[in-house]
């Protein structure tokens, strides 16, 4: 199904141990890492320097950072491409700047943010995330941002806003791929309201210390590690809050198979190949999947009494 080049497979780093994850944030500010909560702060780069040395620390779980190279080089970004190698050499000239956030829909004060505004006003910091895509991949990410629910307190839904829509930039002479009309695009995204509010739920603006690459969504994305990498949107210009579920673009194109909800699941297999291992970029054998994507502690509460079976 998928082929990983052998420059994806790196030897494995000795890296120093963190503590647990809620414990290990590192506040970020104008790219320089200060610590917080007293841990050793990893050497971050200054903005178009060298990434910091790959390895250099650990999710809570003690698994390795993904390589900067690695995270930049295979990527999945329809609209450039469907070939991953191919995002990062396609998405090199991407105009992430000016860029503007429109947030609207069902909302007490609706606000259209400059994306500078947004790593300004909002604190930035680091979290260290695992990545688990749908296609049985997964990477462990250094990203830079801010709580999705610190957005949603400023803009203030009204009590008829049930659910989050997210949409990515239109723009088909910067995204060759949406020339292609097989996708609905815009890409678009949803989550439900108490989701969306859930601690994890990040908006990205950064990796490894760094503004975030066009290949990996510049200038801002989404982060929701609990559930497959397709729900991650990226290059995001629009969220809404609607009271209808919204539908993505991979429920329109593939409605047997992607489901609104997503959720990494060990136990329920895509009807094409299994889900109960992965592969992690960079290793050789697979590992288990892990429920929730090991954020079980976290987010199992927001599916109490339901089918994940049916709420694929
Ligand atoms: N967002 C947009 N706009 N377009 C895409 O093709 N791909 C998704 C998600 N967000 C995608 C997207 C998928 S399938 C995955 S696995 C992740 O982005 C990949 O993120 P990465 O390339 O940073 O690893």
Redesign the pocket.
């Known amino acids: 199904m998928i082929n990983i080049p052998s420059s994806e497979i790196t030897p494995e780093h000795g890296y120093l141990s963190r503590r647990a994850f809620l414990k290990t944030l590192a506040i970020v500010s104008a790219g320089a890492v200060l610590a917080a909560c007293s841990v050793k702060p990893r050497a971050t780069a200054a903005p178009g320097g060298t990434p910091p040395h790959a390895g250099a620390a650990t999710d809570e779980l003690g698994d390795a950072l993904t390589p900067y190279e690695s995270?930049t080089h295979?990527?999945?970004?329809?609209?450039f491409s469907t070939d991953?190698e191919q995002?990062a050499p396609l998405s090199a000239n991407f105009k992430a700047s000016p860029w503007k956030v429109e947030v609207g829909g069902l909302v007490k004060n609706p606000r259209t943010y400059d994306i500078d505004d947004l790593r300004k006003n909002f604190t930035q910091e680091e979290r260290i995330y695992r990545?688990r895509?749908?296609?049985a991949w997964s990477?462990v990410?250094p990203w830079v941002g801010f709580p999705l629910a610190k957005l949603l307190a400023e803009v203030e839904p009204t009590s008829e806003a049930k659910f989050v829509r997210f949409e990515?930039l239109y723009d088909p002479g910067q995204f060759p791929g949406q020339n292609d009309g097989y996708y609905p695009w815009?890409?678009a995204?949803g989550l439900r309201l108490d989701e969306a509010m859930n601690d994890l739920a990040l908006l990205v603006t950064g990796l490894y210390g760094k503004d975030l690459p066009p290949?990996?969504?510049a200038p801002l994305?989404l982060a929701v590690p609990w559930k497959?990498?397709?729900?991650?949107?990226?290059?995001v210009v629009k969220i809404d809050l609607v009271d209808v579920m919204p539908v993505s673009?991979w429920m329109a194109a593939g409605p047997n198979e992607y489901g609104f909800y997503a959720n990494v699941n060990p136990a329920v297999d895509h009807p094409r190949w299994s889900q109960a291992t992965e592969r992690r970029i960079g290793e050789l054998s697979r590992r288990k999947s892990l429920m929730f994507n090991g954020y079980a502690e976290q987010v199992a509460h927001l599916y109490d009494g339901m089918d994940l079976r049916l709420n694929y």
């Open positions: 995270i295979y990527n999945n970004f329809y609209e991953k995002v990545h895509c749908v296609e990477m990410m990515t815009p890409y995204e290949q990996d969504g994305r497959y990498g397709f729900k991650s949107i990226k290059s673009l």
